[in-house]
């Protein structure tokens, strides 16, 4: 086994087993600020997939990819999810179109 003493080639390595490892998994953007998370409550009148649908549809047609984009629980007639996103502006411009007076940053 060699000695590897490049940083970039070490990085280059694990990118490449990770990608093996998990082919869908999409690697972070290292050297950018942190990811930004936010929790959205939806009115539950719709189904799951219905909010998921719209949401996504949105997400697309403003060019943003989101890395994360789940459903926690419902509660009180209340769907709540959870969106991560590579910017603070991202989720901003998402929070904006379908939070609420309920909606947390992490």
């Known amino acids: 086994m060699a000695i590897v003493d490049d940083h970039a080639a070490i990085a280059a390595g694990l990118r490449r087993r990770q990608s093996e490892r998990y082919p869908g998994l ?3 953007k290292i050297g950018k600020a942190p ?3 936010v929790i959205v409550a939806r009115s539950g009148n719709l189904p799951v997939g219905d909010h998921m649908t719209e949401m996504r549809a ?3 047609e403003q060019n943003i990819e989101e ?3 789940i459903m ?3 509660l009180n007639f209340r769907i ?3 969106a991560t996103f590579d910017t603070a502006d991202q989720a901003d411009r998402f929070t904006a179109q ?3 007076r ?3 940053f992490l």
Do not use: Q
Request: glycine content about 4%; proline content about 4%.
């Open 72 to 74: 926690l629980h419902v």
């Open 35 to 37: 990811l930004k998370t």
């Open 58 to 60: 949105w997400l697309a």
């Open 67 to 69: 890395r994360e984009l």
């Open 102 to 104: 309920r909606t947390h």
């Open 98 to 100: 379908f939070g609420d």
């Open 26 to 28: 999409r690697p972070l």
């Open 80 to 82: 709540v999810f959870r």
